[in-house]
């Protein structure tokens, strides 16, 4: 029997801006499990990263809950909330968000440094990591030395210098070429069995989902269950 990592039940979000009130997140229920690969797909503006931001503790639903492992985020400490996030979560963009004028080894080490591991340390597993993805030949280049799936490649290991339980992905082919994109998506499949790490990504790319656990469609923010036969129309 699968082990309940995260669960998400009735979350709403609603966001007020003057006299308008905006609907994001319609009484969203969820569970992701340990090491399980699952695809959220849906338009843009259909609340797909609004719910990813509200897994990860980046922004505080209307309404709801959300626990991770028994424990319920949202009635934690705001420092309780950054320990998980460092500690037990990783995040992914589309956007890399490398800090520009550190080198990739840097960059992936800082999630570790944070988290208090001796410097020699952190270097050693970021280089580890990042020979792993492939990128052991790029360890002293900065970002902009770097490709479009090098430097997405690069966070990917950052996402994962702590291994975190869960790691949430925003669209992370979403900026890449097919090829890159390709080799992005068979990483994360191949990290998530290797490591035994949750993966939940939102995305637009349907070859990305179909190779997911499970797939998700997220509408007008609601969520629900998506047939893989009707993959490719709901992802565009």
């Known amino acids: 029997m699968q082990e309940l990592l995260l669960e998400v039940k009735g979350v709403t979000k609603r966001y007020q801006e003057g006299s308008v009130d905006t609907q994001v997140l319609n009484d969203v229920d969820l569970q992701v499990y340990k090491g399980e690969q699952l695809a959220i797909v849906g338009t843009s503006g259909s609340g797909k ?13 209307t309404s709801g809950s959300v626990t991770m492992l028994g424990e319920d985020l949202y009635a934690l400490s705001s420092r309780r909330q950054s320990d998980i996030r460092n500690q037990d979560l990783g995040f992914i963009y589309q956007f890399h968000h490398l800090l520009p004028e550190f080198t990739a080894l840097e960059n992936v080490a800082m999630p570790a440094l944070i988290h208090g591991v001796k410097r020699e340390q952190a270097h050693q597993d970021a280089k ?73 990504v939102v995305t637009h790319d349907s070859k990305l989902a179909a190779r997911m656990d499970r797939q998700l469609h997220m509408k007008d923010g609601y969520l629900r269950p998506l047939d893989i036969e009707n993959l490719t129309s709901e992802a565009s």
């Open 49 to 61: 990263s609004t719910l990813l931001h509200i897994m990860g503790t980046l922004d505080r639903p």
């Open 128 to 200: 580890v990591l990042l020979e792993r993805v492939g990128l052991g030949h790029r360890l002293d280049h900065i970002p902009a030395e770097m490709s479009g799936g090098e430097r997405q490649r690069t966070a990917i290991a950052r996402a994962l210098i702590n291994k975190p339980k869960l790691v949430l992905a925003d669209e992370p082919t979403g900026n890449l070429d097919a090829a890159s994109g390709e080799a992005v998506y068979e990483l994360i499949q191949e990290l998530a069995t290797q490591y035994g790490t949750a993966f939940v």
